[in-house]
């Protein structure tokens, strides 16, 4: 009997739990105390293509009209979280950047370190960590949101998010990165 009640009030309390996580995520965001990584809208398809070229589009993949409704709604989300001017990277790839850019939250930086490692797995270890430390070393006290891809995210974090979702990670990224909330697809 006293099993089955502590599994009912377990069960009971945790959508309450995790809502107080991500509502202290959230604030941890808006702080500058944590970041948001990103990982760019749907862009249908694996990887890219054989002749893919960082500085054109047109033989990229790229958003298509469900990745440019998800990114717009993550700009409504963020805003609608307090989070309204971030300092914003993004990987060079057009898809990245094109979500960065239709969340419409302003400026958007290109960052090489949050380029697509698909094609590199040897260089994944390093790159993350060269990553890890230029984000240490960024001022704190604004939020902070990086637009990046799949593999990226899994270096850094171990988890697989899907298009669209979003990963709140704490400031200092460690060795064992802490996520304190993950976010769905708006």
């Known amino acids: 009997?006293?099993?089955?009640?502590?599994?009912?009030?377990?069960?009971?309390?945790?959508?309450?739990?995790?809502?107080?996580?991500?509502?202290?995520?959230?604030?941890?965001?808006?702080?500058?105390?944590?970041?948001?990584?990103?990982?760019?809208?749907?862009?249908?398809?694996?990887?890219?293509?054989?002749?893919f070229r960082v500085d054109d589009c047109s033989t990229q993949r790229n958003l298509d009209e469900q990745g440019r409704r998800e990114a717009q709604r993550w700009g409504v989300l963020l805003r609608s979280q307090w989070v309204e001017r971030p300092r914003l990277y993004s990987s060079r790839w057009c898809r990245a950047l094109d979500t960065a850019r239709e969340m419409g939250l302003g400026a958007v930086e290109p960052l090489p370190l949050l380029d697509s490692l698909f094609a590199e797995r040897e260089h994944r270890v390093e790159r993350t960590l060269e990553l890890r430390r230029a984000i240490n070393g960024l001022p704190r006290g604004e939020p902070l949101v990086l637009i990046t891809h799949q593999v990226n995210i899994t270096t850094l974090t171990g988890m697989y998010p899907r298009s669209g979702e979003g990963l709140i990670l704490a400031l200092p990224l460690e060795a064992d990165v802490r996520v304190l909330a993950r976010i769905p697809p708006p």
């Open 1 to 51: 009997m006293h099993r089955t009640f502590v599994l009912f009030l377990a069960l009971w309390l945790a959508p309450a739990w995790l809502q107080a996580a991500e509502t202290d995520a959230w604030a941890a965001l808006r702080e500058g105390r944590a970041l948001l990584i990103l990982r760019h809208a749907t862009a249908p398809g694996v990887g890219d293509p054989p002749n």
